[in-house]
């Protein structure tokens, strides 16, 4: 869904960095062999990610929702060099996929990959954070900032993505539609928690990035 004028967009696509070649090649195969690749974050919300892991320079990276592995890879190259990427996902047919590429980029060394449900996997891992992506099942949102809130290093991000959810935030609710009153939800915590301070992006389908204060 578009925001702004399409033509405008598309502007603002071309005067942004370029895709990475191996990106490219990760977005063509996930069209070829994966259902939904409308989940792909894309090149200019990827070049948006890669930027804000950039301006971190984060020692430590903790992705929730890998899918084929396209914006763990824009995450990675904000990293420190003995820095850490570990991505959460769900579905064990793409764990094969998503190594291939992640072996394929100078980073594959430095990206571990956790298989299974999130709210298991993420008090497991003894590790706190700089930055955090939030790309996953919707009505869990509320419950993966809970989880990783005390986690997070103080001045940490969290990058949360589909907040704006096809403009469904500002439509009548339909009492049916768990995963928009999880996303209302979920932003209006980020608004009201004294612990973080959040900015709303119209990027793609609505990013915010809260800060650890």
Not at 84 to 91: M, W
Not at 145 to 158: A, M, P, V, W
């Amino acid at each position: 869904m578009y925001f702004i004028p399409e033509a405008l967009d598309d502007y603002i696509v071309k005067h942004s960095a370029n895709e990475p070649e191996l990106l490219q090649q990760l977005t063509r195969e996930t069209h070829q062999k994966v259902l939904q690749p409308i989940m792909l974050s894309g090149p200019y919300q990827g070049r948006v990610l890669s930027m804000i892991s950039k301006l971190c320079y984060p020692k430590t990276i903790l992705e929730l929702g890998t899918f084929t592995g396209y914006a763990t890879l824009c995450l990675a190259e904000g990293v420190q060099k003995d820095g850490e990427v570990h991505t959460i996902d769900i579905n064990e047919e793409l764990v094969d996929f998503q190594r291939k590429y992640f072996d394929k980029s100078k980073y594959g060394h430095q990206i571990f990959q956790h298989l299974g449900n999130g709210l298991d996997i993420i008090p497991s891992l003894d590790k706190r954070f700089d930055l955090v992506f939030i790309d996953a099942d919707k009505p869990n949102y509320v419950n993966y900032f809970h989880l990783i809130i005390d986690k997070l290093n103080t001045g940490g991000i969290i990058i949360s993505d589909n907040v704006l959810w096809h403009g469904k935030v500002i439509e009548a609710l339909d009492p049916k539609d768990k995963s928009t009153k999880a996303v209302l939800d979920y932003n209006t915590l980020l608004k009201e928690d004294s612990r973080i301070e959040t900015v709303v992006l119209p990027i793609r389908d609505g990013l915010t990035i809260s800060r650890k204060l």
